[in-house]
């Protein structure tokens, strides 16, 4: 005999009845605004942030039709298949100096890791800054957004940082398009099951909430010892393609203490450490 569980599919709409009694945050979707289709749920978020809009909110959509992703790409977002959250986070004033902000976005993506174990069961690798990775495969990013940077590296008091979290969920392997087809993959297309999207964004904000709330404490030692465990490009040959289309190539070194990477190349100007704030890296054999 059916029951009223059974009815809600992995394909259902993410709406507050489903959402709302698996939260178990404090602060993180206290508002939620579960959307059906969307430019981008980053955009969203920045204008109700802009707007005055209060911690915590959580924006997400069923569809977006102009994604965002790192260094301005396009993220692909079909429709009632995967989660596409950002998330307004304030209280950044003061407590929170330079360093608990460089790492906002890592620990994002350790976030997004830990929700990802909690469904399914599979401990997602994290490429630097914030991809998630299952074996080679990107099956997540992280595009953190801000605004009202302060002179000291915090925020003023009208600052906020939208933290876009974008995971593939139940799109089939092959359904990919031709570009992402062999980078790219979904939680389903990994394990062949379909995953509720409502239980992956609850433990998202739950895993979230916790971390942020370390680095307001300026207890970030923990989560950014967290960071580096998951980190899977650390020790291994990278190339590093810089905005400006500059590649370098070494063997990344460590991740320092405002998260940055830092490389010891061994292209042509071998022997040299760099140290990277923001670029895409591949990692090589
Ligand atoms: C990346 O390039 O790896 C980051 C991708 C981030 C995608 C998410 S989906 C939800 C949120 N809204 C957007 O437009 N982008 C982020």
Redesign the pocket.
């Known amino acids: 005999m059916s029951n009223h569980k059974s009815l809600i599919t992995s394909h259902s709409p993410l709406t507050v009845a489903s959402v709302r009694p698996l939260l178990t945050t404090r602060t993180l979707g206290r508002t939620l605004h579960l959307l059906n289709e969307t430019?981008?749920?980053?955009?969203i978020?920045l204008a109700l942030a802009q707007e005055g809009a209060e911690h915590g909110t959580v924006?997400?959509?069923e569809v977006?039709t102009?994604?965002?992703?790192?260094?301005g790409?396009h993220?692909h977002?079909p429709a009632g298949e995967?989660?596409?959250?950002?998330v307004i986070l304030r209280k950044i004033e003061i407590e929170l100096q330079w360093r608990g902000m460089c790492w906002i976005p890592l620990v994002s993506a350790v976030a997004a890791a830990r929700a990802v174990e909690a469904i399914s069961g599979l401990t997602p690798a994290l490429k630097w800054p914030?991809?998630l990775l299952l074996g080679a495969r990107?099956l997540?990013?992280?595009?953190c957004e801000s605004s009202g940077l302060g002179s000291k590296g915090g925020f003023d008091q009208h600052g906020f940082v939208?933290v876009?979290?974008?995971?593939n969920v139940n799109t089939p392997r092959d359904a990919f398009p031709g570009d992402l087809r062999d980078i790219a993959t979904s939680l389903a297309g990994e394990t062949g099951r379909q995953f509720d999207r409502a239980a992956l964004l609850a433990a998202l904000l739950e895993a979230l909430e916790h971390r942020y709330e370390a680095l307001l404490a300026k207890q970030s030692t923990g989560v950014e010892e967290e960071y580096r465990k998951l980190c899977a490009t650390v020790g291994r040959r990278v190339r590093i393609e810089l905005a400006g289309g500059e590649r370098m190539e070494g063997r990344a070194d460590a991740i320092l203490e405002d998260g940055s990477l830092r490389i010891v190349r061994d292209d042509a100007h071998a022997g040299v450490m760099v140290e990277i704030r923001a670029a895409d890296v591949v990692h090589l054999r």
């Not at 102009?66 to 260094?71: C, K, P, S, Y």
């Not at 997540?140 to 595009?143: A, C, D, R, S, W």
Request: aromatic share 6%.
């Open positions: 430019t981008s749920t980053n955009a978020a924006v997400t959509a977006q102009a994604g965002r992703g790192r260094l790409r993220w977002s995967n989660l596409y959250c950002s914030n991809d990107k997540g990013g992280v595009l939208i876009g979290i974008g995971i």
